[in-house]
């Protein structure tokens, strides 16, 4: 299969909320771009907290869900950046959701009686991949208390991220906000590999724009993919972004002089069913006087994307 029917594939899985991936060959080593989709946020309460926190993780390509039991709280208004918004009693809310085993979901209701509640439906179903609970120390200790006291086990008890947020002095709802962010970010990246030069790329993100370029049957194009990086450069590996004949570009791998020069290579690719590899080197002289402060290097395959 060649690459326009592959990016058509992996656009109509990604259009499913189904993930996928992306096998290149580049210089007889093989590497994997996967694409997976928004991971989805539950915010349980719909409160002052929840407005910046939503709108900080709907940048952060997390998809979120923001549930209250009261209508007032839950409107288009407040969450322009939410999916559509649970109004019920949080047991019914948490149980529309559906929680599986990749989601995240932050309890941050109005009071202890609905933390209780919201922490009752969620251990007893199947455990999402975070769990954080606001609260003061000694008061989501004695909530802690008494569910293990209810018999629910302690080894569960304990993976609640409580008090919610990472420790970094914040006062402000908007900083309390962050440091919840914060945590999410910690629970994405902790398995994600901190060396660029690996065969499973760093970025798996799915852009639906470029992949509907990349897609499109009407036009011819090349793919420019970020496979390897060292140093500072304002992209990881996985990075990608097309360019077709009118020298219309879908998407970015960090923008500049260099990547206009790896733009003008890939267009010259255009319709010859071939691909070639180039080093961005952004630590040299040239690139200091172009402004271009990374100091790394960036390995690009670019690739026609033909049908064969």
């Not at 690459?3 to 656009?11: G, V, Y």
């Not at 580049?26 to 349980?44: A, D, K, P, S, V």
């Not at 309460?45 to 209508?71: E, K, M, N, W, Y």
Request: hydrophobic share 40%; with cysteine; charged share 25%.
């Amino acid at each position: 299969m060649g690459l326009r029917p592959k990016f058509a594939e992996i656009l109509e899985r990604a259009e499913r909320g189904e993930n996928s991936s992306l096998e290149c060959t580049i210089n007889g080593e093989i590497y994997l771009r996967n694409f997976r989709c928004r991971e989805r946020l539950l915010l349980l309460g719909g409160g002052h907290i929840c407005q910046p926190l939503c709108s900080f993780a709907s940048a952060l390509d997390f998809s979120v869900t923001v549930a209250d039991d009261r209508p007032s709280f839950v409107t288009r208004e407040r969450f322009p950046d939410a999916g559509t918004p649970l109004c019920d009693s949080f047991p019914a809310a948490i149980r529309q959701f559906g929680i599986t085993e990749q989601d995240y979901v932050a309890v941050i209701t109005r009071g202890h009686r609905w933390d209780a509640d919201c922490l009752r439906t969620i251990l007893s179903g199947t455990a999402p991949k975070y769990l954080g609970m606001i609260g003061s120390r000694r008061r989501t200790a004695g909530l802690l208390n008494l569910l293990e006291q209810e018999g629910f086990p302690s080894t569960a008890l304990r993976g609640i991220h409580t008090p919610i947020g990472l420790e970094i002095g914040a006062l402000t709802v908007k900083e309390i906000a962050i440091s919840i962010l914060a945590e999410l970010i910690a629970c994405r990246r902790a398995d994600t590999k901190r060396r660029s030069n690996n065969s499973v790329l760093v970025t798996e993100n799915i852009d639906l724009n470029p992949l509907r370029f990349l897609a499109d049957s009407y036009r011819e194009k090349a793919l420019l993919l970020v496979y390897e990086t060292s140093g500072s450069t304002p992209v990881k590996s996985g990075a990608m972004m097309a360019v077709d004949r009118s020298f219309q570009t879908a998407d970015t791998i960090g923008g500049g002089c260099s990547e206009n020069a790896v733009l003008k290579d890939a267009y010259h690719l255009i319709g010859t069913g071939k691909q070639r590899s180039i080093t961005i080197d952004m630590s040299n002289d040239v690139a200091e006087e172009e402004g271009m402060v990374c100091g790394g290097q960036m390995k690009v395959l670019i690739k026609d994307v033909g049908e064969a």
